[in-house]
């Protein structure tokens, strides 16, 4: 369910009286609004034994939305009170950030992740009851994640927009929109007119919620060979041939980090994965497939590229966003290599 602020506290008020007295196991859970207009919390609801929880409303579970709430409910936590975070329904990844920031939370289908003195909830599981509406556009629609991608290639940089412009090949009018999206979520934090994340941890999360590496074109075939010794003769082949190619996944992950043995070559090439595959002479093959020759849907997934031990390979936050949807052991290769590739840290005075 898609919506107003208003529409979602219109629902929340419906469904948490319900909902929290079952979770907390309660006849009677009394929700109100609070009188006193400084008080900033939503709702207060208080159960049977007393206990008060301070609820913050939020549209939607995206991670920078989860990071405001957390900053908002910071003021309850002396207070004798639990700080609760309510959403229609909670997302991965606005689970993750919220567990990150210990932020307790409850969503309208039931779920629920509340730390307290004498109290923890842990329901998961439950299906979204609300559905969807429909969403506006996102700011990491392929070409739109070009800013974001420009954002994180240089998280410390103040950026201003005309640059970023000038750097994705995105006009002024286009930028101002993805740049105005971004702030929406709470992800950029601002100078004057120049931008950059809040925090890139939180940017990386909201884009990876919204990424889909099946919206490449993918064409899966088959080579002699296995590993990193496959990956470097397909790279001569390419190389050969002049077709302009950079490794993401598995590959990329091994000569960055040498972790995890794999199988599978997945590498970006520009321009019809198909004609690639006739020109190198691979067989096709969708069952047993070693390779996986990779159509961007952006150019941008090229932006960052750079040679590694002797690879071509994109960016680490492309690698990473890849790793995350294939298979072997490619989501624990991703959590490796954003522990030792993608520890951004930024002077928050610079």
Not at 177 to 203: G, K, M, N, Q, Y
Request: charged content about 25%; hydrophobic content about 40%; some cysteine.
């Amino acid at each position: 369910m898609q919506g107003s602020a208003t529409a979602i506290e219109r629902e929340a008020r419906h469904r948490l009286p319900h909902l929290l007295a079952e979770l907390l196991d309660e006849s009677v859970v009394q929700v109100e609004t609070p009188r006193d207009d400084a008080r900033q919390a939503d709702f207060i609801a208080t159960d049977g034994q007393g206990r008060v929880l301070m609820m913050e409303v939020k549209n939607s579970s995206r991670p920078g939305q989860v990071a405001r709430a957390a900053e908002q409910l910071l003021a309850y936590a002396d207070e004798g009170v639990i700080p609760v975070l309510v959403v229609p329904f909670m997302s991965r990844a606005g689970a993750e950030t919220a567990d990150r920031m210990r932020l307790n939370w409850i969503d309208l289908s039931g779920n629920a992740h509340v730390r307290a003195e004498n109290l923890h909830l842990w329901v998961q599981g439950r299906p979204n009851e609300l559905g969807s509406r429909g969403r506006p556009s996102s700011p990491f629609a392929p070409k739109s994640a070009r800013v974001t991608r420009a954002l994180l290639l240089d998280p410390a940089r103040w950026w201003v927009q005309k640059d970023l412009a000038a750097v994705t090949g995105l006009d002024d009018g286009n930028v101002s929109r993805i740049v105005r999206r971004l702030d929406d979520e709470f992800l950029l934090e601002r100078r004057e007119r120049e931008l950059r994340p809040r925090d890139p941890d939180l940017l990386l999360d909201a884009w990876a919620q919204d990424y889909r590496f099946d919206s490449h074109d993918i064409l899966p075939g088959h080579l002699s060979g296995s590993g990193v010794e496959l990956a470097r003769v397909l790279a001569e082949r390419l190389e050969s041939l002049n077709i302009h190619h950079a490794f993401t996944g598995l590959p990329a992950a091994w000569v960055m980090d040498q972790f995890a043995r794999f199988r599978l070559a997945t590498v970006y090439v520009d321009g019809d994965p198909r004609e690639v595959a006739e020109r190198l002479s691979i067989r096709r093959a969708a069952k047993g497939a070693n390779i996986q020759l990779v159509g961007p849907n952006d150019a941008g997934v090229f932006s960052g590229e750079h040679d590694h031990e002797g690879l071509h390979c994109v960016a680490p936050v492309q690698v990473y966003l890849d790793l995350l949807q294939l298979p072997e052991r490619a989501t624990e290769a991703a959590q490796h290599l954003r522990t030792h590739q993608l520890g951004w840290r930024h002077d928050a005075t610079g």
